[in-house]
Nanobody, 126 residues
Framework: QVQLVESGGGLVQAGGSLRLSCAAS????????MGWFRQAPGKEREFVAA?????????YYADSVRGRFTISRDNAKNTVSLQMNSLKPEDTAVYYC??????????????????WGQGTQVTVSS
């Protein structure tokens, strides 16, 4: 089992940047693919980005964030990060990190993930 704690959310003006971090407990962090999702009020939780167990070039992004957001992980520190640049008001949401134990995939659907953090609010003002 793994516990996830997000940090780094806040209020930023459009065009600005934020860096979200997710700290994971446990000694098996490198066995999990990691993802970031977000949920705006009245909307379903949606995929943002994901990275496989070893990181590197195996990263995946939603079309809406590709080129602006970057996911990365540090398996030595049990952390996964989401660097968000050129933020837009439509990026406003609660952002969640999630862990998927299945070694055969990097999921883009919330149902594919086993563990979730509590979320961190990101608000982008126009």
């Amino acid at each position: 089992q793994v516990q996830l704690v997000e940090s780094g959310g806040g209020l930023v003006q459009a065009g600005g940047s934020l860096r979200l971090s997710c700290a994971a407990s446990g000694r098996t962090f490198n066995r999990y693919a990691m993802g970031w999702f977000r949920q705006a009020p009245g909307k379903e939780r949606e995929f943002v980005a994901a990275i496989n167990r070893s990181g590197g070039s195996s990263t995946y992004y939603a079309d809406s964030v590709r080129g602006r957001f970057t996911i990365s992980r540090d398996n030595a520190k049990n952390t996964v990060s989401l660097q968000m640049n050129s933020l837009k008001p439509e990026d406003t949401a609660v952002y969640y990190c999630a862990a998927d134990y299945n070694p055969l995939r990097v999921g883009v659907s919330p149902e594919q993930y086993d563990y979730w953090g509590q979320g961190t609010q990101v608000t982008v003002s126009s």
